[in-house]
Nanobody, 116 residues
């Protein structure tokens, strides 16, 4: 059973910053694309950012220039640095590990709330 362990969510004021982190087993990390998704209340889960094992990166348009995804291959972690947060960024954020083929894995989710 592959377990992804997330940390770093919380409550922040608009304009503030948060950093999410996700730890994955070393057995999958090097080969998998690692990403972050989010699901706001009443909405579908959406991709926020993804970074492949070869380093290619993709962001959803609404977070470009504000969020940054990074991988630490030595520590088997992927982080999402979120700056200039807006109330519309409020959601449960999920870490995702996706292989070239086969089963993908999800973290348990961490709540991010942007509110004054």
């Amino acid at each position: 059973q592959v377990q992804l362990v997330e940390s770093g969510g919380g409550l922040v004021q608009p304009g503030g910053s948060l950093r999410l982190s996700c730890a994955a087993p070393g057995s999958i990390f090097s080969m998998y694309a690692m990403g972050w998704y989010r699901q706001a209340q009443g909405k579908q889960r959406e991709l926020v950012a993804i970074k492949t094992s070869s380093g290619n990166t993709r962001y959803t348009d609404s977070v470009k220039g504000r969020f940054s995804i990074s991988r630490d291959n030595a520590k088997n972690t992927v982080a999402l640095q979120m700056n200039s947060l807006k109330p519309e960024d409020t959601a449960v954020y999920y870490c995702n590990a996706r292989p070239p083929s086969g089963k993908e894995y999800w973290g348990q989710g961490t709540q991010v709330t942007v509110s004054s």
